[in-house]
């Protein structure tokens, strides 16, 4: 069984502050996707990694595949109220075909 | 619509009774999704519908709970005897291969509460 694992489970930060998710696993996949929820919605993707040391900017949004493809991270710069939300990593197998494992996901909270 | 969409979006009811959850995926993708999130917490995999291939069940937690995916489309979720730990969030997606990779496109949900 593949697990992910994501920190912190909660943030609570200042309008204006720098953080970083984090999600963790001792399997490899072959690609990792990051999704943002809002209450009463359906997770949104926000974007999909596939290769090993990957970088990829979206706005004040980083996000970075490990070079072992084990692992990733989601950096906000400056955050904003707006982007107050429940963050969910979620990664393909390799060997799991198209089923996503997702993580226990990050609830921030951004407060102006 | 040009998004996934569920019904109904909240439902109600009695510990016992059997309940039935819609999915409309958006229409040419292959794959669909159910998923049951619990307040706050991440995703829990219910079951995962590929074309024509059988059904990967395994995520369903137990045989009061079954799903059909009628031509290739529209999906069901039912769930039999309803019980309290029954009550959550679940979540519909659907897929489409590109490149290798199957970005999953999820509806609203239907908030099911079990009294």
């Known amino acids: 069984t593949q697990l992910l694992e994501q920190s912190p489970q909660f943030l609570s930060i200042q309008e204006g502050e720098n953080l970083t998710v984090y999600c963790n696993s001792s399997?490899?996949?072959?690609?990792l996707q990051w999704y943002r929820q809002e209450p009463g919605e359906g997770p949104v993707l926000l974007v999909t990694?596939?290769?090993?040391?990957e970088v990829k900017k979206l706005k004040r949004l980083t996000f970075q595949f490990g070079d072992a493809r084990k692992d990733s991270s989601l950096h906000i710069t400056a955050a904003q109220p707006g982007d107050t939300g429940l963050y969910l990593c979620?990664?393909?197998?390799?060997?799991?075909?198209?089923?996503?494992?997702f993580g226990e996901g990050t609830q921030l909270t951004v407060n102006p | 619509g040009a998004g996934v969409s569920q019904s109904p979006s909240n439902k109600v009811t009695e510990k016992g009774k059997d309940v039935e959850l819609r999915c409309d995926p958006i229409?040419?993708?292959?794959?669909l999704y159910w998923y049951r999130q619990s307040l706050g917490q991440g995703l829990e995999f219910l079951i995962y519908?590929?074309?024509?291939?059988?059904?990967?069940k395994s995520g369903l937690p137990s045989d009061r709970f079954s799903a059909e995916r009628t031509g290739g489309s529209v999906s069901t979720l039912t769930i039999q005897r309803t019980q309290q730990e029954d009550s959550a969030v679940y979540l519909c997606?659907?897929?489409?291969?590109?490149?290798?990779?199957?970005?999953?496109?999820f509806g609203p949900g239907t908030r099911l509460t079990v009294l």
């Open positions: 997606a659907s897929s489409f291969n590109v490149g290798g990779i199957n970005e999953q496109f």
């Open positions: 519908f590929q074309g024509n291939s059988a059904p990967d």
């Open positions: 229409s040419g993708h292959t794959a």
């Open positions: 979620a990664g393909e197998g390799e060997t799991s075909g198209s089923r996503l494992t």
């Open positions: 399997s490899v996949f072959s690609s």
């Open positions: 990694v596939v290769t090993g040391g």
